[in-house]
């Protein structure tokens, strides 16, 4: 009596499985991201008392470096919607431009552990004596691009793009695509503002 109830309780349970399981078959999602809406490109004045001067997006909010309050001309740009940040120092040269311009490739060239490669262009706006190299770094870094302007004599001020996000080139791309128009913009409308 015993082996039949067990033959008939495996014979249950194997019905039970088969049948049990013959649902729709599963088919596996591609892995997706969400769409990114972006408004409209439009800038403004950086309107706050500091030795340079450019355009910023409308779209951002400009305040004093909470981090180094002793440096009066260190500014963040946030842009909250992409959860990103532009933050900028700002020194005085005195026969030191070539320190501060090796520092800032070494920030830079940082990165380089986990970008795919550094791509360096030069920038030259000799109308308004600006001057400066820009880093486009690619792959998974935290900071997709970095900068230095400076007149050569004066003004020296440095600029580093952030995502608060993990580095995804994958999903961020659209998003590093679009602020690196806006940091170019601030590029090329930067001026240095002579005290009295």
């Not at 000799?126 to 820009?134: A, E, F, L, R």
């Amino acid at each position: 009596m015993g082996k039949v109830r067990y033959i008939f309780i495996t014979v249950l349970i194997g019905f039970l499985f088969v049948f049990g399981s013959c649902k729709k078959a599963y088919t596996p999602r591609p892995r997706g991201y969400f769409r990114i809406s972006f408004p409209e490109k439009s800038y403004k004045p950086l309107e706050m008392a500091l030795p340079y001067y450019f355009q910023i997006p409308t779209y951002s909010i400009t305040g004093r470096d909470s981090i180094n309050l002793n440096q009066p001309n260190w500014i963040t740009i946030q842009v909250p919607a992409n959860h990103a940040q532009i933050h900028l120092s700002y020194k005085e040269i005195n026969n030191n431009l070539g320190i501060y311009i090796e520092e800032s490739r070494n920030l830079a060239y940082k990165h380089s552990q986990k970008a795919s490669s550094i791509d360096e262009q030069l920038f030259i706006n000799p109308s308004k004596k600006v001057y400066g190299t820009i880093y486009n770094i690619k792959g998974n870094a935290a900071s997709p691009m970095q900068f230095y302007l400076t007149d050569s004599t004066k003004h020296f001020l440095r600029g580093s793009l952030y995502i608060k996000e993990v580095p995804n080139i994958d999903s961020l791309q659209p998003v590093i695509g679009f602020l690196t128009q806006d940091v170019l913009e601030l590029i090329k409308t930067t001026e240095w503002k002579e005290s009295k």
